[in-house]
């Protein structure tokens, strides 16, 4: 009784000292991604719809995950040159007219160009938004503060696919739709909130910006920053087994149906949501960033690992467990780097690359994982998923040692 009381005093003392922009940025992100429930029903709406071949829709998915890159690469140079409020409207605004047309372009090709535009510009928001969680949060909550963005994303990612699966009974276009309603509503809210709102920079810092810039190396220049984000990549190939060979191991393998699939992966989204601020709150005191790294990047190991000699419902639910801690330690203090690596001037390519580093997992996770999967089965991919995440945990302990 008392470690819960003492679970839920750590719980609330996490939000303390975080800023009103702070609570508006999660709040816009939370909107803005409960409208993300395309994704999820973008191969079901390709192969039963537009009745694609599994090998199609898979290269649309992969062409979704190119032009994340590129949205991280250039978003993250824009926010540099123009700002992360121009750079966050112009995505949320801009997005809204290609969610409109998506549903109009029902051909391979066609398809593949529509939904790399769209994602391309949906990614502009990332880094942009990054740094403007960076500007508006006091130095010492920075970790909490992208905590609470990530955690509002995180349950918008677990409403927006149980508000789809309704849509999509009805029409898959309401998807398409509903997204470009979200997109609108969390930019009017953004542009009503943020335009001229002053954060934590100094004056002196934004008087002299452009002459930082040209002082101040990018990201792409930082040899130590760069093999971190190739290790950062090699763990988010792992962990984004989530969105694709895993809930195909769930159907082939463990046998489950859909609605026994969909609760399991909400799983993921309550443990995020309820434990992500009280436990970063309680590793970032008793923790390094490295040591908070290694034990995230093991964890995500352990829920592949887990799944070898069973798939009963009691161990996929553990390994559900076990890769979302591994979110919780990894994924905000890979952006808390990022910001420590950086200057105010070149934080947009820092935290581009820190997204680039996700979404080049969206096109190798899937391509390489189904791949091995079907020719080589489940417990060898996982097998391969334990030997990576080895790799990046010796790369965390090695390169962050040096950073």
């Not at 816009?28 to 999820?40: A, K, R, T, W």
């Amino acid at each position: 009784m008392n470690s819960l009381k003492a679970y839920w005093k750590n719980y609330i003392s996490a939000y303390h000292g975080l800023s009103n922009a702070t609570w508006l940025l999660a709040l816009v992100m939370f909107i803005n991604q409960s409208g993300s429930m395309v994704l999820p029903f973008l191969g079901v709406y390709m192969t039963t719809v537009l009745d694609f071949s599994l090998e199609n829709a898979g290269i649309v998915l992969s062409t979704f995950g190119v032009g994340s890159i590129l949205g991280s690469l250039i978003g993250g140079w824009l926010t540099d040159k123009f700002g992360s409020f121009k750079i966050q409207a112009f995505s949320l605004f801009l997005s809204i007219p290609f969610y409109l047309i998506v549903p109009f372009f029902k051909t391979f090709e066609t398809l593949c160009i529509a939904i790399f535009f769209l994602s391309f510009i949906k990614e502009l928001f990332r880094p942009a938004n990054s740094a403007s969680v960076s500007y508006y949060a006091k130095p010492e909550n920075l970790t909490r503060a992208f905590s609470l963005n990530r955690m509002a994303l995180n349950l918008g990612y677990s409403i927006g696919p149980a508000i789809g699966g309704f849509l999509a009974a009805v029409s898959y276009s309401f998807l398409f739709y509903t997204n470009a309603l979200m997109s609108f509503a969390a930019g009017i809210l953004f542009i009503i909130y943020f335009k001229n709102r002053k954060g934590h920079a100094p004056e002196k810092i934004i008087a002299d910006k452009s002459e930082q810039i040209a002082k101040t190396k990018s990201a792409y220049a930082d040899s130590k920053f760069l093999l971190f984000s190739l290790f950062i990549a090699i763990y988010a190939f792992c962990f984004f087994q989530i969105l694709n060979t895993l809930p195909l191991f769930y159907k082939k393998v463990a046998l489950m149906n859909e609605k026994e699939i969909g609760l399991l992966m909400a799983f993921n989204g309550i443990v995020v949501f309820v434990l992500e601020m009280a436990l970063v709150h309680f590793a970032e005191k008793k923790f390094t960033l490295s040591t908070n790294m290694i034990i995230g990047s093991l964890f995500c190991g352990a829920s592949f690992l887990i799944l070898m000699p069973s798939h009963m419902i009691a161990i996929l639910y553990l390994s559900i467990f076990l890769i979302s801690i591994s979110e919780i330690l990894v994924m905000p203090f890979a952006s808390t780097v990022a910001v420590n690596r950086s200057l105010p001037a070149n934080r947009g390519s820092y935290m581009g690359l820190n997204g680039i580093s996700f979404s080049a997992a969206f096109v190798t996770s899937p391509l390489i994982g189904t791949y091995i999967a079907e020719n080589f089965g489940f417990t060898n991919l996982w097998i391969f998923n334990c030997i990576m995440i080895l790799v990046a945990t010796v790369g965390f302990y090695i390169v962050m040692k040096k950073m």
